[in-house]
């Protein structure tokens, strides 16, 4: 069974930070792109940030230079940095991973469960 499990979320004050973990597990052969997406209510799912497993990345035009992303290839992790929270960056935080599973010819891609992000004073 595949899992991507993510930690981290809660409840900040605006300016504050909040660190975002996921953990992929499984039948994994290997990993292609990992990444972070966020839902806010009554909006659409957006990309906040992806990285692939030579370490590029590409952020969002709002969290550039505020949500440094990084991964772990050796542990099958996707790190999300959150500095200078704002309220507009209240949302149900949603890791993404394109799994190739043993035995696999192509990669599937995996979303974990969500974790919530609220930043309020």
């Known amino acids: 069974q595949v899992q991507l499990v993510e930690s981290g979320g809660g409840l900040v004050q605006p300016g504050g930070s909040l660190r975002l973990s996921c953990a992929a597990s499984?039948?994994?052969?290997?990993?292609?792109?990992m990444g972070w997406y966020r839902q806010a209510p009554g909006k659409q799912r957006e990309l906040v940030a992806t990285i692939d497993s030579a370490g590029r990345t590409n952020y969002a035009d709002s969290v550039k230079g505020q949500f440094p992303i990084s991964r772990d290839n050796a542990k099958n992790t996707v790190d999300l940095q959150m500095n200078s929270l704002k309220p507009e960056d209240t949302a149900v935080y949603y890791c993404?991973?394109?799994?190739?599973?043993?035995?696999?010819?192509?990669?599937?891609?995996?979303w974990g469960q969500g974790t919530q992000v609220t930043v309020s004073s």
């Open positions: 499984g039948s994994i052969f290997s990993i292609g792109a």
């Open positions: 993404y991973a394109d799994l190739f599973l043993i035995g696999s010819r192509f990669p599937r891609g995996y």
